[in-house]
């Protein structure tokens, strides 16, 4: 399998500020989109809070990288898995999280979700589809 | 197995860089080959010839510039990732108008997508540190 489509899944697990692994990953996802791969993004743990609407950062002082998440649909990138566990367990809920959408090429351009909810147990199962795996 | 690596941990906070290595080498004894070595997040901090650890401790930069000569390694690190931590080659410094660079022998800066390729082209990418 070294030449063709891999697919590649950006595991996201660690909270928006804090450190910089979250806006890294997300230099690693924009470079990786013009490379045509089949690319899906998980957000488990604290990654979760990557998500949530409404954060900004002008009192830290640093780059305010939310807009970007809604820019990934241009990038065809619209295949987002969020744990459900994850959500719960901080108590957040698919209500909390940015609207993500794409537009589907094969409907029409009509615009859709890249968001998906998924169990613990869909994910593990997502992460052993997957050829490359990078974690952040 | 045609193998890439990466490296996210600076050297000396984290062992991620000593393991990385230590599995290269471990690899390359098996006749596996290393595709390439990227640097990434503070992993980029592997590049800089001017740490000087105390002399009874390993030079883990040394030990990869050493590697690289006796293997002819591709260790890239990240142009992003190492601006950022004030990691240059003498291109960056003349092109970002600065008046010293510090990358060490048998590292090269290069883009993220050296990254994605590696994933494309290696049968593993393993990876080292959080």
Same mark, same amino acid.
């Given at each position: 399998?070294?030449?063709?489509?891999?697919?590649?899944?950006?595991?996201?697990?660690?909270?928006?500020?804090?450190?910089?692994?979250?806006?890294?990953?997300l230099?690693?996802?924009?470079?990786?989109?013009?490379?045509?791969?089949?690319?899906?993004?998980?957000?488990?743990? *604290?990654?979760?809070?990557?998500?949530?609407?409404?954060? *900004?950062?002008?009192?830290?002082?640093?780059?305010?990288?939310?807009p970007?998440?809604?820019?990934?649909?241009?990038? *065809?990138?619209?295949?987002?898995?969020?744990?459900?566990?994850?959500?719960?367990?901080?108590?957040?809920?698919?209500d909390?999280?940015?609207?993500l959408?794409?537009?589907?090429?094969? *409907?029409?351009?009509?615009?859709?979700?890249?968001?998906?909810?998924?169990?613990?147990?869909?994910?593990?199962r997502?992460?052993?589809?997957?050829?490359?795996?990078?974690?952040? | 197995?045609k193998?890439?690596? /990466? /490296?996210?941990?600076? &050297? =000396?906070?984290?062992? $991620?860089?000593?393991?990385?290595?230590?599995? /290269?080498?471990?690899?390359?004894e098996?006749?596996?080959?290393?595709?390439?070595?990227?640097? =990434?997040h503070?992993?980029?901090?592997?590049?800089? @010839?001017?740490?000087? &650890?105390p002399?009874?401790? @390993?030079n883990?930069?040394q030990?990869?510039?050493d590697?690289?000569?006796?293997?002819?390694?591709?260790?890239?690190?990240?142009?992003?990732?190492?601006?950022r931590?004030?990691?240059? #080659?003498?291109?960056?410094?003349? @092109?970002?108008?600065? #008046?010293? =660079?510090?990358?060490? &022998?048998?590292?090269?800066?290069?883009?993220?997508g050296?990254?994605i390729? $590696?994933?494309?082209?290696c #049968? @593993?990418?393993?990876?080292?540190g #959080?």
């Open positions: 399998m070294s030449e063709g489509i891999k697919k590649f899944l950006y595991v996201n697990r660690k909270a928006p500020h804090g450190t910089i692994y979250a806006l890294e990953a230099e690693v996802v924009l470079i990786g989109a013009a490379f045509e791969q089949d690319v899906s993004l998980a957000f488990l743990d *604290d990654g979760v809070f990557q998500l949530v609407k409404g954060w *900004d950062t002008k009192e830290l002082g640093s780059k305010n990288f939310a970007t998440y809604m820019a990934l649909g241009d990038y *065809d990138v619209s295949k987002i898995y969020v744990e459900k566990e994850s959500l719960e367990e901080r108590g957040l809920s698919e909390d999280l940015m609207e959408t794409y537009e589907d090429e094969d *409907d029409d351009w009509a615009e859709k979700s890249s968001i998906h909810i998924v169990s613990r147990e869909e994910m593990a997502l992460m052993a589809a997957n050829d490359v795996i990078l974690s952040f | 197995m193998l890439g690596i /990466v /490296v996210n941990e600076g &050297p =000396y906070t984290h062992e $991620a860089s000593d393991t990385a290595y230590n599995f /290269v080498v471990a690899a390359l098996k006749g596996h080959e290393i595709f390439r070595v990227f640097f =990434y503070d992993g980029v901090n592997n590049a800089t @010839r001017l740490t000087v &650890p002399q009874d401790d @390993r883990i930069q030990k990869w510039t590697l690289q000569a006796k293997h002819d390694l591709d260790l890239v690190v990240c142009i992003a990732a190492a601006q931590r004030g990691i240059l #080659d003498e291109n960056e410094m003349k @092109r970002q108008g600065k #008046d010293a =660079y510090n990358i060490a &022998p048998g590292f090269r800066i290069s883009g993220l050296q990254l390729e $590696a994933g494309i082209q #049968d @593993r990418l393993v990876t080292f #959080d």
